[in-house]
């Protein structure tokens, strides 16, 4: 069930300290692995490794009381709102507040926590006594003294403003409904692939945002002497003379060096509207094909269609061409729903082809990379680097003047950022660019208004799923029916359809629907056949695609009820009915998808209306709950979503809570009710 209230694993605050009114305009995201100190760092800002032992020992006393601390923290400057993760392996956050002054409070704090001193020492062991053997015990194991457990310090906080995105009319928003704190095994959920003990083995290098655009810069011009040399190898010289020895040697310095492969390690809905420009070319196909989110490069990653509910992805060699027909492509997109499926399909079936390359890597703030690139390393790929500080460095530095195109995809209610959003610094050195505010600025010449109406056309490079015209706008009502996938599609072609499917499902976009009713048995019997078709002859071998033949059996399961409840008489056609959100399954007049993950909020028609129904009534506080309590189905219980209330035998459903999580975003691994 939804959990909303204080609990093990999370939290919200009410706002107690703060007039509702004052807008939460700053934005911090930030995270640290909980790794020992280095030897260059500062003596002030240090964890030991018997503080880090200590703290990993008793995580089970430390964590919830860290729990407790944020949560303190959070409500004492301002009411902070936002998402903060945390583990025995670190912390992961992104937080809102009002004022500059208190976000620079937190940051300030937080940099000089120390676990003992603050925390306190842990409580001793089980049948501990006060004798001589405990004591030697203890000095032996050498209790951290207070000032060397800073868990917290040299953190690389990035911070944004709501006043700045250019991307979202909802300026009156808050970036986050509320604050929530969970407890969780990972920050970054690999599915226990990456251990953070492995983090300082395996890890790539890790660039600075100048280092890594120099990198592309001279990949790029590599590329063009490349070209450059190939004219003059093809033909003769001037006057029909023999191209000179320079060129030979040239190019035996040029096969040595590496070609640089450009990986996005975010989701497929963060790459669609955003991404590095890969350095090199590929071919322009008739078919658009290389304006897709997956990316062709002289090693490219082709998605397979739908060949798995996991995103299968296989490493291709994509076709030489000349410069004259060749365009900038994407970085290579591993086409992932979440990422943890990362290293079980793009990893796996990649590595091998990436081990004479030289990777990059980015995500949106780093800390997805310093686990991908473990994940290469250790299937033998060496020359791995990664983004320090991701994206979110890299716009500040470059902004829209860089190798980046698009917006960024940010997990709060800002949705996404335009690339000169973050800027801060030009690229002449020492300059500071101010960008205007949405709406500050006045145009009274149309031919001004038209100009800028044609540039922010062609900064779009998300295209919409069904017409694939340029759009970029991702909302909480737009989801794949099949794997919930945020998808892009244009307000024209969303208005023509009941239900939608990404990219790896469109195969199944004329059979597989989640709502039923309005169905005739024809068509709900052309339904089932079409996908035991699939079923039968295209998902095969059976091993190797058993979650996605799962998926389609329970849908022709479905269907076969739907038919059976036709033919008795307990069901009717409607033709008409309307469209529902994927999510909450109410009809779009009631929900507006904000009932979707962050979107989440107060203010949105779906909680005005009651959600449950729409009769205008306000939603009952969610009660407190706790794994064992026995619990009753509510007034808002959904009938068609979750089954019915009860039945002749048990007119009252009844229930025992196993575990409690969040309804959190589309691919998330706390994304279900318990």
């Not at 009114?21 to 003596?43: A, D, G, I, N």
């Not at 023999?242 to 975010?266: A, G, N, S, W």
């Not at 950022?417 to 002449?428: F, R, Y």
């Not at 979707?596 to 203010?603: C, I, V």
Request: negative net charge; aromatic residues 6%.
């Amino acid at each position: 069930m939804e959990d909303s209230t204080p609990s093990p694993s999370s939290s919200s605050s009410t706002s107690t300290h703060r007039p509702p009114h004052q807008h939460h305009q700053h934005v911090v995201l930030f995270y640290r692995y909980f790794l020992p100190s280095s030897s260059s760092s500062t003596k002030n800002h240090q964890l030991s490794s018997a503080t880090l032992n200590i703290f990993r020992q008793n995580s089970s006393h430390y964590l919830p009381l860290l729990h407790q601390h944020q949560s303190t923290l959070c409500q004492q400057l301002g009411n902070m709102k936002g998402r903060i993760l945390l583990s025995t392996e670190g912390i992961n956050g992104t937080l809102s507040c009002s004022t500059e002054m208190e976000l620079k409070e937190y940051i300030d704090r937080m940099e000089g926590f120390d676990l003992i001193g603050e925390l306190g020492a842990p409580p001793p062991p089980p049948n501990h006594h006060d004798d001589a053997n405990s004591k030697v015990a203890a000095k032996v194991t050498g209790t951290p003294k207070a000032g060397s457990g800073h868990l917290f310090a040299n953190i690389d906080w990035k911070t944004s403003t709501t006043t700045t995105n250019k991307s979202s009319s909802q300026t009156k928003i808050d970036p986050f409904p509320d604050l929530k704190i969970q407890i969780v095994k990972e920050i970054v959920n690999t599915g226990g692939a990456i251990h953070v003990d492995e983090i300082p083995l395996d890890t790539g290098k890790e660039i600075s945002a100048e280092e890594f655009h120099s990198i592309l810069m001279d990949a790029q011009q590599q590329q063009q002497v490349d070209a450059d040399s190939t004219d003059n190898d093809d033909g003769c010289g001037m006057d029909g003379e023999r191209p000179l020895k320079k060129h030979k040697v040239d190019d035996t310095k040029k096969k040595k060096k590496k070609e640089v492969v450009l990986i996005d390690v975010r989701n497929t809905f963060e790459h669609a509207i955003g991404h590095f420009i890969h350095p090199t070319f590929a071919t322009t196909r008739g078919d658009s094909s290389n304006n897709d989110s997956t990316a062709r490069s002289d090693s490219v990653v082709d998605d397979v269609k739908d060949k798995d509910d996991t995103s299968t992805t296989k490493a291709t060699t994509a076709p030489t061409t000349t410069t004259a027909e060749a365009s900038p492509t994407p970085a290579i997109n591993p086409n992932t729903v979440t990422f943890s499926h990362f290293n079980s399909t793009f990893c796996s079936q990649n590595s091998e082809s990436l081990k004479d390359k030289k990777v990059l890597m980015y995500c949106t703030g780093g800390i997805r990379c310093v686990k991908a690139s473990a994940m290469l390393k250790q299937r033998g790929v060496q020359d791995v680097s990664h983004l320090s500080g991701g994206i979110h460095r890299y716009l500040e530095r470059y902004g829209k003047d860089g190798f980046y195109k698009g917006k960024v995809f940010v997990f709060d209610q800002r949705v996404a950022l335009d690339a000169d959003s973050m800027l801060v610094v030009k690229q002449e050195e020492g300059e500071e660019k101010v960008v205007d505010d949405v709406g500050e600025k006045s145009h009274d010449c149309q031919h001004e208004k038209k100009q800028q109406q044609q540039q922010n056309q062609k900064d779009v490079v998300g295209k919409c799923i069904e017409c694939n015209i340029p759009y970029d706008e991702i909302s909480g009502a737009n989801l794949c029916s099949v794997c919930r996938d945020l998808i892009l599609i244009c307000p024209s072609c969303r208005n023509t359809l009941h239900e939608f499917h990404c990219e790896r499902h469109q195969r199944w976009k004329d059979d597989y629907f989640t709502f039923l009713e309005r169905f005739t048995l024809e068509e709900l019997e052309k339904q089932k056949r079409e996908l035991q078709s699939l079923h039968d002859s295209y998902y095969l071998p059976a091993k190797k695609h058993k979650n996605v033949r799962k998926t389609l059996r329970k849908q022709m399961e479905k269907i076969d009820a739907r038919v059976n409840d036709i033919k008795e008489g307990n069901a009717e056609v409607e033709q008409n009915a309307k469209r529902r959100c994927r999510t909450c399954f109410e009809s779009n007049d009631i929900c507006d998808g904000r009932c979707w993950g962050f979107w989440k909020h107060s203010q949105s028609p779906h909680h005005e209306q009651g959600g449950g129904g729409g009769n205008g009534s306000t939603l009952e506080p969610i009660m407190e709950v706790k794994v064992g309590d026995r619990v009753t189905v509510g007034p808002n219980w959904n009938e068609i979503r979750l089954g019915g209330r009860g039945s002749q035998q048990d007119p009252v459903r009844l229930g025992t809570v196993v575990k409690i999580k969040s309804w959190a975003s589309g691919g998330d691994e706390l994304d279900c009710v318990a």
